[in-house]
């Protein structure tokens, strides 16, 4: 199996990008990783996407983005796993360049959701829980986090406000990032004047939808010194986990098992420890996720996510800074791009380029993009190569 | 990267199989699978599709049946690629089990369309094509085929009557195949005498929807030797392509260019001319694009694809049999399912066991699956490993 490198990576800004078609978006991202990388075309292109049929009434994403970049003739299908789609896109395009198929590739999320009515959008992300056992009981997502929230607080003794140094956090540094959402401070009062959407999950616990695109360039390892003036990423590990989609057929619906498996696996593929990572890119698409997630991938005891938020450990400075470019929180969560902008978002921590929330010689960083209510999970372990 | 064998096949008849859900018809494919090949369980499920969220309010696929067949944990997702989604389940799972990602991978394509009223799947069916540049214009599947069928009879003489035989073929291989939709043969006069669709594609020349699943139960052909009793069935090669999805942009819309290049580089990776092919289960949706199909491939000069049918070469006998087990028009054509039915049949002629349709001494087959008008093409070659 051969190493890999990332050479290239692009993004658009999160927002309501109504002037800009769904292809316009993943192109003007994977133009981007492109010119980033000082290719012309790659062999190959995965499209992460969950919801273009339902909500952009398009297909087929693989041949559309292709031939739009001018990639026409290449190889290309789209990769769905909920909101992990993303990652699960970037795994691919590792398994095609580490398997010999092709020479480079391309792995570019895109989703485009602002123009369809919310409601509309409510019924569409549904479509990642069980339709059977969970949607057509007439459970959202918000629902069924609200539960795991709830119980997760009567279990451990939390209160609301305790879970409010997340979005503190995520808004904070996507201040820095010109490609975030929202561009808005807010504080522990902030946070508990927020409407309340699902009891006890109010609208500062919850990321928000959006339009974006976001972009990497894969090739093998070995071919790529000398190409490129940026310093010299890999991917040290990369492994995917599911669970149940339903809740109620968990053990444990306050522990994320298949985060636990995707993160053991991602270790000890690249011989390391929690105490090893520099940054995590993490899935806050609520605040219950951000400390299960601390939990589940081995920085926090169990029940124990909060006290890093509250004792400041998830800042930039801290000892394991999350959402460092504003997470799903505040960077914005458009569902089947967001685990390529974690991806592209570590790279530029690795590389330096992330201004006012630089995490400090950051040397290794991770991601893991959450599918369902943790059904999903793709962890992915980035480092600067020597 | 390590060559890869199939040790394990399974599929479900095509019908309206409004008794089963999707996840049931997926299971049963994948644990008929499974027990083909002594298995338990997997590394990973890699499922293809194109229109459950849509079509079935479902998403998520790979967690949904990684659980629901006693995989739950395993890595999942699903990819999409229009009519070509099963071929890309297919190809994704190779590509894991070469890079060495992981050590077992099931490859399941499902499709349910009958649930849903005729013109919604036709809608749906449409976000294959260019939502701006095509189906906005109104311009459905058969329409988009009608066309270019119009414009090959123009340009090489051919009249309608020529292109029966394709469909008698598939027809009356499919009396011997249990899994197919229609066990009811046809002649010259049935298909003259066929009710039109869309001039000059009449019920002969398209193939029917259908609800279905096939899989495939993929390892490293290194650690094969000794776990089966059936003949050994390696991957020779896998290749894919892409051309523009809108037909317009196309310089010839008559001719296959992904398809040529897809199938050039599986050749060169087998080592293999077309006279080594012993079969070729090849993308029959509509009767034109078997005979484009033969020529893009190099069985037949340009504008000769049905001179090969009408002598007969098309027939289990013949020089260059397709369709052996009913092909899109008579198994039927569940679209993401389809790409899995043809390698699934292709490894039942290798081991012998195509029944009354068997093709004498078959060591090599090919499968070519096609997603949208000619814009997405992905070609196996599957021999007899010695």
Redesign the interface.
């Known amino acids: 199996?051969r190493e890999v490198a990332v050479i290239g990576i692009g993004q658009v800004k999160v927002d309501e990008n109504w002037s800009k078609?769904l292809r316009e978006l993943a192109g003007d991202a994977a133009l981007d990783a492109l010119r980033d990388s000082g290719m012309e075309k790659v062999d190959?292109v995965y499209v992460g996407n969950?919801?273009?049929?339902?909500a952009?009434?398009?297909?087929?994403?693989?041949?559309?983005i292709?031939?739009w970049i001018g990639s026409?003739?290449?190889?290309?299908?789209?990769?769905?796993?909920?909101c992990?789609?993303g990652a699960?896109s970037f795994r691919?395009a590792?398994?095609?360049v580490?398997?010999?198929?092709v020479e480079s590739a391309l792995a570019v999320g895109v989703e485009k959701m602002t123009d369809s009515p919310g409601s509309e959008i409510t019924a569409?992300l549904?479509?990642?829980?069980?339709?059977?056992w969970e949607?057509g009981q007439g459970l959202s997502f918000v629902a069924l986090n609200a539960l795991i929230m709830r119980r997760y607080m009567y279990e451990h003794g939390w209160k609301k406000e305790h879970f409010a140094p997340f979005a503190v956090n995520a808004h904070a540094n996507a201040m820095h990032n010109p490609y975030a959402r929202f561009h808005e401070p807010t504080t522990i009062e902030g946070y508990t004047r927020a409407p309340m959407i699902a009891d006890p999950i109010n609208l500062m616990d919850a990321s928000a939808i959006g339009d974006g695109a976001a972009a990497a360039i894969l090739i093998p390892l070995e071919t790529v010194k000398g190409r490129t003036t940026h310093k010299l990423v890999r991917v040290a590990a990369?492994?995917?986990?599911?669970?149940?989609?339903a809740i109620d057929?968990r053990k444990d619906p306050t522990w994320l098992?298949?985060a636990e498996?995707s993160v053991k696996k991602a270790y000890s593929q690249a011989g390391l420890t929690p105490a090893d990572i520099d940054l995590f890119e993490l899935h806050d698409a609520f605040s219950i996720m951000a400390a299960l997630s601390l939990e589940a991938n081995g920085f926090a005891e169990r029940g124990q996510g909060p006290r890093l938020a509250i004792d400041g450990e998830i800042l930039p400075t801290g000892r394991i800074p999350i959402a460092t470019r504003g997470g799903l929180k505040a960077r914005g969560h458009p569902v089947g791009a967001t685990g390529m902008y974690q991806l592209v978002e570590v790279v530029q921590q690795l590389r330096g380029d992330a201004f006012g929330s630089q995490v400090q010689n950051a040397r290794t960083g991770m991601t893991q993009n959450i599918?369902?209510s943790g059904?999903?999970i793709i962890t992915h372990i980035l480092q600067i190569a020597d």
């Not at 952009?56 to 559309?64: T, V």
């Not at 580490?98 to 198929?101: D, T």
């Not at 990369?238 to 989609?245: C, E, K, L, Q």
Request: avoid cysteine.
């Open positions: 199996m078609s190959a969950m919801m273009s049929g339902s952009n009434q398009q297909q087929h994403l693989g041949a559309y292709a031939d026409r003739y290449s190889e290309a299908f789209k990769l769905e796993a909920a992990s789609s699960a691919t590792l398994m095609a580490a398997s010999g198929e569409q549904a479509t990642a829980a069980d339709a059977d949607a990369s492994a995917a986990a599911t669970d149940t989609i057929q098992t298949a498996r599918g369902g059904s999903n």
